[in-house]
């Protein structure tokens, strides 16, 4: 029966599935969803009570339509017709040739070539890769390190994490197996500050006597994600263009949790009108359907690579510019441009806002920050995790809690009842945890 095959699941995933960030085998068994249409995952069994739980949390900020769309399904159902994959070495085809050039098409003027990667920690890598080897090829190898600011995440391969908040982020444990990089102090809180000429000057003091050593200064513009939910001045991205300019150091906004509109503007870099030399999106270009990230950058930084002794961007994935994902990719946009995003974010924004006012005055709660479609409770303490998410579960919603925050990004499909029932269980969680 069905309670014997969803215990028999578990305890095969217990013994044997490693899960993100996970113990072996797991202290606290995840729940086994069954299917996802719209904004709800369908559990196998009820849990707390609940079998069908909206998700606030997008699928880590992929899922911006929700699940099971008519159009993506038959975007990929349609190139499935067609051909599943085939190796780009040598090769091309139509989805990935389209996707590209819609991503020129859509981003900061002076991004013109695109590499498909298959997940958003290699896109970072070949980003890294393109400003180092762009130094290389131009006769300057001394400028191998990346400056960035501390509370970032870039993804869990050994290049990003060398760029991921180094103190009390996720990577502590590899710190001396890492590039050494260089770190300004965490920007200042704020979307809406203006920017801190202190903290101007640290940061041009920083690019200044580091420049000869400098290859790119690498940040998540406007919003720190997975380093703590953190929001910034958009001024900042102007100020470190201008940086990078005068002291000759490529820039590179790593926008792949907040591209595609998530921070109410198709990207965040887009907020201050900055273009930085190279661009990783990844999450929800595919709409959270499949596994692609791209990097996108300049004519002036291809060049330079061409032009070096080793002319050649040396990297290859197996699975690179797959036709499913690069056609759903161009089906998750046409939704996107297709339909009054901007509209749907600026109203979760507002939901979010007014569902989460009362958090505020809960005991234990440092600070409630909402932009666009991402609503964050900051407590004064670490979460308890499993109490958190419980809480979240009995209000019949799916929210993933860490560090000492409680947070969603639903998916810009959410109803306005649902946007006010994630943000009931997020004060819940809040409480709880
Ligand atoms: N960069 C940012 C800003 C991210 O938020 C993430 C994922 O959370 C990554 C990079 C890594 O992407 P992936 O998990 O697809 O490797």
């Known amino acids: 029966d069905s309670s014997a095959r969803v215990r ?19 202290p606290v068994p995840p729940l086994l969803v069954e299917s996802a249409s719209g904004v ?43 051909m599943s994959h085939v190796m780009f070495g040598g090769l091309t085809h139509e989805p990935a040739i389209r996707l590209a050039a819609r991503l020129v098409d859509l981003t900061p003027e002076p991004l013109r070539h695109v590499f498909l990667a298959d997940s958003g920690s290699v896109s970072v890598e070949v980003a890294v890769k393109m400003c180092l080897q762009y130094w290389r090829s131009l006769g300057r190898p001394e400028k191998r390190r990346l400056l960035t600011w501390r509370g970032g995440y870039h993804g869990d391969t050994f290049q990003p994490m060398s760029v991921c908040d180094p103190v009390g982020g996720m990577h502590h444990l590899w710190s001396g197996l890492l590039p050494r990089q260089l770190f300004a102090d965490l920007p200042p809180a704020g979307f809406d500050a203006a920017p801190d000429p202190r903290y101007v000057s640290h940061l041009a003091e920083l690019v200044e006597r580091h420049a000869d050593e400098l290859a790119a200064v690498i940040v998540e513009p406007v919003v720190q994600g997975a380093g703590g939910m953190r929001f910034h001045s ?30 109410g503007e198709l990207f965040a870099a887009d907020h201050a009108g900055v273009a930085p030399d190279v661009m990783c999106l990844g999450k929800a270009l595919t709409g959270g359907y499949l596994t692609l990230a791209a990097t ?25 510019g797959n036709p499913l994902a690069a056609a759903v990719a161009g089906a998750s946009i046409d939704l996107l441009l297709g339909r009054d995003w901007r509209a ?15 958090a505020a005055g809960l ?9 666009g479609a991402i609503g ?18 009995r209000q019949g919603v799916w929210l993933r809690p860490f560090r000492d925050l409680v947070y969603t990004m639903p998916p810009y499909v959410t109803a306005d009842e649902d946007v006010a029932r994630i943000a009931d269980a997020v004060t819940a969680a809040a409480a709880a945890g």
């Open 40 to 82: 709800r995952l369908r559990l196998a069994e009820a849990v707390e009570g609940r079998r069908e739980l909206v998700d606030g949390m997008s699928s880590w900020w992929a899922a911006i339509h929700g699940y099971g769309h008519p159009a993506l399904d038959a975007a990929v159902t349609e190139q499935l017709g067609r």
């Open 234 to 263: 958009p001024g900042y991205l102007a100020v470190l263009r201008e940086l990078c300019d005068a002291h000759d150091v490529l820039l590179v906004f790593d926008e792949i949790a907040t591209g595609f509109g998530r921070t």
């Open 376 to 393: 964050v409770v900051q407590l004064d303490h670490p979460v308890d995790m499993a109490a958190a998410t419980r809480a979240a579960v």
């Open 344 to 358: 749907d974010v600026t109203r979760i924004e507002a939901g979010l806002r007014a569902g989460l006012e009362s």
């Open 8 to 26: 028999e699941l578990l305890a095969l995933d217990r013994e044997h599935v490693w899960h993100p960030y996970g113990a072996m085998p797991a």
């Open 296 to 320: 996108l950058c300049t004519t002036r930084v291809a060049e330079g690579i061409s032009g070096g002794a080793v002319p050649v961007l040396a990297h290859g994935p197996t699975f690179m």
């Open 363 to 371: 005991p234990g709660v440092r600070d409630v920050r909402v932009l």
